[in-house]
């Protein structure tokens, strides 16, 4: 007697997808969890409102994300049920072209608020350890 597959390769590409499930495949964020809420927090608009996560989303759809001081302004390109490497993920949305300046805008004004990591030239040794804490007791 012939075995019926049901497996899920058998089937066809869903053309929808919940929101929190497409955001963590294409890991805007690490868990379904922190997804669902900033979805919940009003971090995540679909097509200029909020929603909630269990709204489904096809291909076109716009998001735009905010995430720490970060926005995205993306286009859906395409729905992956499984949480792939980041370069397969990225190719399930594209960014807008002012939304990855203003992007690279807000990193390149961190770095400069940040300034150069300034290192010294060796650790302290113990007469070096000693002068620092006359320094801060304020002792001559």
Not at 100 to 117: N, T, V, W
Request: hydrophobic fraction near 35%; proline fraction near 7%; charged fraction near 35%.
């Amino acid at each position: 007697m012939p075995r019926r597959s049901d497996a899920p390769e058998d089937k066809a590409p869903a053309a929808q997808m919940r929101l929190d499930k497409w955001l963590w495949a294409a890991r805007f964020f690490k868990t379904r969890q922190l997804a669902i809420d900033a979805i919940n927090g009003g971090k995540v608009h679909l097509n200029g409102q909020r929603v909630k996560p269990g709204k489904d989303i096809g291909v076109g759809a716009r998001l735009e994300i905010s995430k720490d001081r970060y926005v995205w302004e993306i286009t859906v390109e395409g729905l992956g049920s499984q949480r792939r490497p980041a370069p397969e993920a990225a190719l399930l949305y594209r960014e807008t072209p002012e939304s990855l300046a203003k992007r690279q805008a807000e990193i390149q004004r961190q770095r400069d608020e940040k300034g150069p990591d300034w290192q010294p030239a060796h650790k302290p040794d113990k007469k070096d350890r000693r002068l620092i804490h006359r320094f801060k007791r304020g002792d001559e």
